[in-house]
């Protein structure tokens, strides 16, 4: 995993409990505590976490700045094939669930090749990309948009998902593990996930391969509620990736369809 995506993901999961241990974060990372205490020290420098005894804390006032805006170009050419593979999987004519993310961001960029679509977005950020497009009948799911993530959370994002029943859910993920399965750094989010898979036919997971082998803060369901799973090639590299294969062999055992793109 490279020093910025590591980064990400430890900022991540001390926002998601608002504390975390050195030793938790180089269990869910894969990594030596003491490239975690590195880490953190790098992320107290930025203003981002403040280290305390053992571990670190968030620090909410710079927690917007670290949310959807400061990730969205990290990766964003993979994250880009990885929305036009999601796309190609999405028959026209079908009713989709879309979930927030940097990569679900760019799904929407590609769902409008797939028109005619119904689509509903549990992000602000992908309603700005597929508002106004041709053969898009866009629904912007109701709820509380989370501080900087632009996601749509909390009890009316949960009702009005609930109420309605899709051919396809793509979902985001943060983290997803072979012992774990799929997992998310926030409650909220990862409550919405839930509604989600529970009101889908079908639902088509996307993540970078530095997801792979990271357990986050709540865990959204057993690897056997996705379907599918799209994700870059690199994450059947052991060099890059030494949970990579492990986690994608537990996914096919558990009858889940991996697309490596």
């Known amino acids: 995993m490279g020093v910025a995506n590591r980064l990400d993901l430890t900022l991540r999961l001390v926002q998601g409990t608002g504390r975390v241990s050195v030793a938790e974060l180089s269990q869910r990372l894969g990594v030596s505590e003491m490239t975690v205490r590195r880490d953190l020290d790098e992320l107290e420098r930025q203003g981002l976490v403040k280290r305390v005894r053992g571990g670190a804390v968030t620090t909410r006032s710079r927690e917007e700045e670290a949310g959807f805006t400061a990730r969205e170009g990290w990766q964003a050419a993979t994250k880009d094939r990885l929305g036009a593979a999601v796309a190609e999987l999405i028959e026209p004519g079908a009713t989709v669930l879309l979930d927030a993310g940097t990569t679900t961001a760019h799904v929407a960029e590609h769902l409008v090749a797939r028109a005619p679509l119904t689509v509903a977005v549990l992000s602000l950020q992908a309603a700005v990309r597929l508002a106004d497009r041709p053969g898009i009948r866009l629904l912007v799911i109701g709820g509380q948009s989370r501080p900087g993530e632009q996601s749509l959370i909390g009890p009316l994002a949960l009702r009005a998902v609930g109420a309605m ?38 639902t088509v997971a ?41 986690t994608l062999a537990a996914m096919r055992d558990a009858d889940v369809d991996v697309v490596l793109i």
């Open 165 to 202: 029943a899709f051919d396809v859910f793509v979902m985001s993920i943060g983290g997803v593990e072979a012992q774990h399965g799929w997992s998310e750094f926030s409650l909220d989010d990862a409550a919405v996930k839930q509604a989600g898979l529970a009101q889908a036919s079908r």
């Open 206 to 246: 996307v993540a970078d391969a530095t997801k792979l082998g990271v357990r986050a803060f709540s865990q959204v369901a057993d690897l056997g509620a996705v379907d599918t799973f799209v994700t870059d090639s690199a994450a059947a590299d052991l060099a890059t990736h030494p949970k990579g294969p492990e």
